[in-house]
């Protein structure tokens, strides 16, 4: 199951992450996480995104695969979707990497959406990314009662491809 959008040019490639649907409501507190990244010793913690990040967090968005926005496109996700908004930070406050989203849809299509998910080149292949996305679907989940999660990449780009795969 999963929420299609027409691609201009093949540009961007659909990537359906599919979750369960949870008819139980129950309390979820989503605070921040902390653990060592895979084979580096580093101690990270996710958390929320905060308005100060805003200042922190252009390093990460300096790699040629990550789309940007101008800053009220943040600050709009970060008013409207919190929940949907983290940041992983590393020893000494360092950003590793961050995830937005939103949820969106009816009926049926009602599910969460990746705007963003970016890990900085020196934290990548530690499965930083797929930590957000988990992160992500358990609250589309758990908050909001998505019945899935999607995220769109450019076809060529193949590494953000393979985080559905692990």
């Known amino acids: 199951m999963g929420h299609h959008r027409s691609c201009k ?8 992450v599919t979750i369960s649907y949870l008819a139980v409501p129950f309390n979820v507190s989503f605070r921040a996480r902390s653990f060592f990244v895979p084979n580096s010793r580093k101690m990270t913690t996710i958390r929320r995104f905060c308005c100060n990040d805003l200042l922190r967090f252009t390093s990460v968005n300096l790699d040629h695969l990550t789309e940007t926005f101008n800053m009220s496109f943040y600050m709009t996700y970060l008013a409207r979707w919190p929940d949907y908004f983290h940041v992983a930070e590393g020893p000494g406050n360092r950003i590793m990497g961050y995830i937005m989203g939103k949820v969106e849809g009816q009926g049926e299509s ?9 890990v900085s080149p020196e934290y990548r292949r530690q499965q930083l990314a797929k930590k957000l996305m988990n992160l992500l679907e358990d609250i589309s989940d758990k908050i909001d009662k998505a019945y899935f999660v999607d995220l769109f990449v450019r076809a060529s780009n193949t590494p953000a491809i393979k985080i559905s795969d692990m």
């Open 9 to 16: 040019n093949g540009l961007w490639k659909p990537i359906g």
């Open 110 to 118: 009602w599910h969460g959406h990746v705007t963003a998910v970016t």
